[in-house]
């Protein structure tokens, strides 16, 4: 994986609340079997007409949109399904930051292990950004503050070992199988099934 | 002597190999890994990538349910399965199954269903065990005093290669239900009553233990709908104590431990229970007696009514107002009597057998309405054997319902079972997002009771008009 240190960019604005999985990648689309591609069908059935035209009037069809990789959404994002679909189709189609006040659980374990940081905002930094879309942005994950264009900067938690591996590249499975010691040890030691 | 801890603890320790530190989250063992055609084959790409294999492929169990066909003639007889992809991933965990020495349980076995009811069915979820899932509805294996949760296929990955998960430990939340649910509540109406209290994302970052002699009080099936739905308010888990009906539950089934080590079992499992005195980081309590059947009416399951009750206005909340557009509702409207257009009792909520008995109780002798499509799906092969041995698939046929193979099917449509656009679909299933069942499907949860009675009708119906 590749580290990320700072990301810059201006934001797009997704003003809905309690964005759900099924919405950022709706289950018809999970029939594939490789992580690829998805990006196309990210937020389909708000993207597209049901001739499979681009609705003009959706935010991430605007011109403004293009080169963003910093999406600021409503408060609590990616709820619902496991389905590691929904990061794939967010990095693939070109995003590196959600931005919320609020993140599913399995979703911001997913969004991490894709090179895909949630961003967890106090509501008034989280109101300023709905408030101004495509505001210019720097993220900083050695500092883990996000600098408004106004120069504010804000902090955003991040659990200290995902920051670690974000800003080293390092891969939780490499990390795991590091492990192989202690997990054997683990396994003679238990007598439980 | 130590403190007394939460059922969630005493297994969260049992299984900690590394304990988490500031830095580093722990590292948990896995008992059980249970597998899907959905959500592993990036999994088995990333070992044969790696040049990886299973640590302990005797711990990991797969199935095919999710993208299956629902129809007899595709599941036994020559009928090709409708879509292409769907067939391409039964067939490649078919390949992956067979090249990783994973058992798997194929489109024909007996054994096959809904991968959250043939844990329980077959006796491999136990009390204690931490089981996971490439499912979001694993919380449902819970209601065995077990620690389930779902994850992503990246993890899924992880408990391949090394039988063990990187977490952080969760807050932990214990809901309270005392008092007797009345005739006609159930515990479908039980949970949709508990999210909407808590909210969608109430329980995030917390792992549930549902208490109190309400939830003493409910069979293995009721639990299992109560933690299913866990998840539904953000929680990661959702944990019900063991106790004798847990123990009768598993007892003699073919996964569980038998003669001599069933004793041994039973020892273990008794201590699991929380100590008196141990503290959760919240509380909430319900009085389940006040509570009446609960029918959603917007795109969340926390935004639920009693069936009776009237539409809430909220002003200044797009999102809210937006959900109503798309579900054809306005604030202050009623959905009672309200038009029905399909009706699905199913899915890993509410697809066991006592939930075909309740929505069948209902059906027994009358007719659905002329124009609703009813789809009933059992969530197991070994659900659909004994709803037939009790003659249920013929009262369902009778009825005017279709009677189908196991598999997830309308929960989330990936096998073409699609509710059309903008239909009303009362489903006993667990997520009303949008176009989850379909492009414009406006779906209804509710309980298997509720859903029968609203086939009968052909309009949201409470089903105490009916018992
Ligand atoms: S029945 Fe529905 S919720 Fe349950 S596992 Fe299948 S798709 Fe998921």
Known sequence: MEPIRTL?????????????TDQIIPARFLTTTTREGLGKHLFADWRYAPDGSARPDFVLNQPQAAGCTVLVAGRNFGCGSSREHAPWALTDFGLRAVISTQFA??????????????????????????????????IDLESTTLTLPTGAAVHFPLEPFARYCLTNGVDELGFLLGRAAQIDSYESQRSRP | MAAPQTLFEKVWRHHEVVAETADTPAVLYIDLHLIHEVTSPQAFTVLRQRGLGLRRPERTFATMDHSTPTRTEQVFGDAPITLEDAARQVSELERNCAAFGVELL???DARRGIVHIIGPELGLTQPGKTVVCGDSHTSTHGALGALAFGIGTTEVGHVFATQCLLQRKPRTLAINVNGALQPGVTAKDLILAIIGRIGVGGGTGHVIEYRGETIRALDMDARMTVCNMSIEA???????????????????????????????????????PGDPGARFDREVDIDAAALEPMMTFGTNPGMVIPIGGTIPERTGDPAFAKSLAYMGFAPGERIQEHPVNVVFVGSCTNGRLSDLRAAASLLRGRK??????????????????DAEAEGLDRIFIDAGAEWRESGCSMCLGMNGDLVPKGHYAVSTSNRNFEGRQGIGARTLLASPLTAAACAVRGRVTDPRELL
């Open chain 1, 105 to 138: 659980d399995i979703f911001r374990s997913n969004a991490l292990k894709n090179g895909l940081l949630p961003v967890l905002l106090e509501q008034d930094a989280h109101r300023w950004l709905l408030e101004h879309p495509g505001a210019d942005v720097t």
């Open chain 2, 368 to 385: 659905i309405a002329s124009g609703v499509h009813m789809l009933v799906v059992p969530g197991s092969q070994q659900v659909k054997r």
């Open chain 1, 8 to 20: 810059r960019s201006r934001t797009v604005v997704l003003p809905v609340s309690d964005v759900d």
């Open chain 2, 234 to 272: 953000g929680a990661r888990a959702g944990m019900i104590a063991p106790d004798e009906t847990t123990f009768r539950y598993l007892a003699g089934r073919p996964r569980a431990p038998q003669s001599e080590a069933w004793a041994a079992a039973l020892e273990r499992w008794q201590q699991l």
């Open chain 2, 106 to 108: 194929g489109l024909r």
